[in-house]
Every structure is written in structure tokens, then in C-alpha cells.
């Protein structure tokens, strides 16, 4: 059973009516490069699948996320500490991305993106080439004091 704490309630009601934060708020993240992409995993718990929406618009990678809270007509809440957000991330994606083949996935709370690399942005050997094969040198014995040309 739950004691009521008028003293958590008050704190909880000073928290909400000075909350400047009723705007999307931010995800956590962590981004990294794994061979030929990037991984982007972003925190989303409570979050209806449904409502993560990822666009792409030139190098501009956007992230929302929505998440409602569902009560029946005849519920009494003896205490509501989650509330309902939307969330966003924008990050300039730069160049050397491939863009038409970016991914998602959300499990358990967690949505991974993947962020391949374009083809021209990974790191290729030059091969160098030469003209022809190694020149040759022939010398020739010379039968007279002046000197003979060398063939090459």
C-alpha cells in the first residue's frame, strides 16, 4: 500500500507549473562507425513503434517520436509520474552519406538506425601505372677509339 507524502506531491506540482520544457524534448544517443556505416541507437522507452517518424531531407536526418498515456473512464490514479511527450532529434548528416538506403529498427525501448556510407566515401587504393615495362639498356664493345651510343 502507498503512504501518501504530501510533501512529494507539492514537490511534484512546483516540478510541473515550473517546467519550461513542454516542448519536444531531446533523446539520449549514441553514434558510432561500424565498417562501412554509422550506428545511431536512441532511447525511447514507452514509445508506440507506430509513432516514430525518421525523415531525410538532404542532409538533414529528422526523429519523432510520440508517447501517449491510455487511462479507462473509471480509473482513480493514485499516483501518475509518466507523462505524455513527443520527442525530436535533428542531426546534419554531412557528406559521404548514402542516404537513399538508411534503416530503423526499434526494439525494447531502443531505436537503431544505420547510416551507410556512400560508395565514393570509403577508402579505395590508387593503383599507379607505368608506361610500358622498364627500359632496357644494351651496350655494345666498342672496336675504335670513339666512343659508341648506348641503345635504350
Known amino acids: 500500500m502507498a503512504?501518501?507524502?504530501?510533501?512529494?506531491?507539492?514537490?511534484?506540482l512546483a516540478s510541473s507549473l515550473l517546467d519550461t520544457r513542454r516542448g519536444p524534448r531531446r533523446m539520449p544517443m549514441d553514434l558510432y562507425r561500424?565498417?562501412?556505416h554509422y550506428v545511431l541507437t536512441a532511447d525511447l522507452p514507452g514509445i508506440d513503434p507506430g509513432s516514430v517518424d525518421i525523415d531525410v531531407d538532404g542532409q538533414l536526418l529528422t526523429i519523432r517520436a510520440e508517447r501517449t498515456l491510455h487511462s479507462g473512464d473509471d480509473v482513480k490514479w493514485i499516483t501518475?509520474?509518466?507523462?505524455?511527450?513527443s520527442f525530436l532529434r535533428q542531426l546534419n548528416l554531412g557528406q559521404g552519406i548514402d542516404t537513399e538506403r538508411i534503416s530503423a529498427s526499434y526494439s525494447n525501448g531502443v531505436l537503431s538506425v544505420t547510416i551507410p556510407v556512400s560508395e565514393k566515401a570509403k577508402p579505395r587504393k590508387v593503383e599507379v601505372s607505368t608506361e610500358g615495362s622498364a627500359p632496357t639498356i644494351k651496350a655494345h664493345e666498342s672496336t675504335a677509339d670513339a666512343p659508341q651510343p648506348i641503345e635504350q
Open 34 to 36: 561500424d565498417g562501412d
Open 3 to 12: 503512504t501518501y507524502d504530501p510533501f512529494r506531491d507539492l514537490d511534484r
Open 80 to 85: 501518475r509520474e509518466r507523462e505524455a511527450a
